[in-house]
């Protein structure tokens, strides 16, 4: 039976710039400052999207995300001090080549005023942004390329319907990504990835946007078959025979 659409939520009578001074006061007190970040920051925010906040500490005794309702705003806060963020810059988002939390420090507004720590914290995050993601190992590579293989061969002749919107729609993440890691592009998830790719690629981008438009709404395959099949060709095409991938020695029953 049809639903009726979801009803937007009403608009927040208070500002984030009002919201995040109103928690520095109450819920973060002793906090350094805080970055409205994310797309309020930006400016790009829709009926049902979250205040983005990045909660700056002289310490904690550990980095934690919490989220809940403020003042009518659904807020996402991530709690750090100057070393927990160095760690989740290097060795949590960058080896994964995430460049949110480093974004949102960098463009982030601070309140209720820029300090010497949240330079700091800009710094390092523009340092991160600077260097860019790690490249991809060969192993790395002929994994992508095999799950790749797999996903387009289930494009090309699917037992139904479903199973075409299925792994299609698992297909354009994963080819999007690897065609980012492969250009040592900072990739992302869910509905920020179009973006990555417009700012990588924007001829490219359309491209994925006219073949994955004509999968879904007609289900004509040949075009994301065709974007897959030249993606892969530089880097080695499609693969199967001869995959190997072995488990470390170590992985047995405990």
Not at 39 to 66: N, W
Not at 210 to 229: N, Q, S, T, Y
Request: proline letters at 6%; aromatic letters at 10%; glycine letters at 6%.
């Amino acid at each position: 039976m049809n639903q009726p659409p979801p009803v937007p939520r009403a608009a927040p009578i208070h500002s984030p710039l009002y919201v995040a001074k109103d928690l520095l006061e109450t819920r973060y007190q002793g906090a350094d400052c805080v970055f409205v970040a994310g797309s309020v920051g930006r400016g790009e925010a829709s009926a049902y999207s979250d205040l983005d906040l990045i909660v700056l500490y002289p310490e904690v005794s550990h980095a934690y995300r919490e989220s809940f309702t403020h003042k009518g705003w659904p807020v996402e806060a991530s709690v750090h001090d100057l070393e927990t963020l160095r760690y989740f810059l290097y060795k949590v988002e960058r080896p994964e080549a995430s460049a949110s939390l480093a974004e949102m420090v960098k463009e982030g507004f601070e309140v209720p005023q820029g300090t010497s720590r949240s330079a700091q914290a800009k710094i390092m995050a523009t340092e991160v942004l600077a260097d860019g993601p790690p490249a991809l190992s060969e192993e790395e590579c002929d994994e992508w390329r095999y799950r790749l293989s797999a996903l387009i061969d289930d494009i090309r002749e699917p037992r139904s319907r479903h199973e075409l919107m299925a792994a299609a729609a698992l297909a354009y993440g994963e080819l999007a990504r690897f065609h980012l890691r492969m250009n040592l592009k900072w990739v992302s998830h869910g509905k920020s990835l179009p973006r990555r790719l417009r700012l990588a690629d924007g001829a490219l981008a359309r491209r994925f946007e006219e073949a994955f438009d004509a999968l879904f709404a007609r289900g004509e395959a040949r075009g994301v078959v065709a974007l897959a099949e030249e993606l892969l060709k530089p880097h080695g095409g499609f693969l199967f025979e001869g995959h190997r991938r072995e488990a470390p020695a170590g992985w047995r029953s405990y």
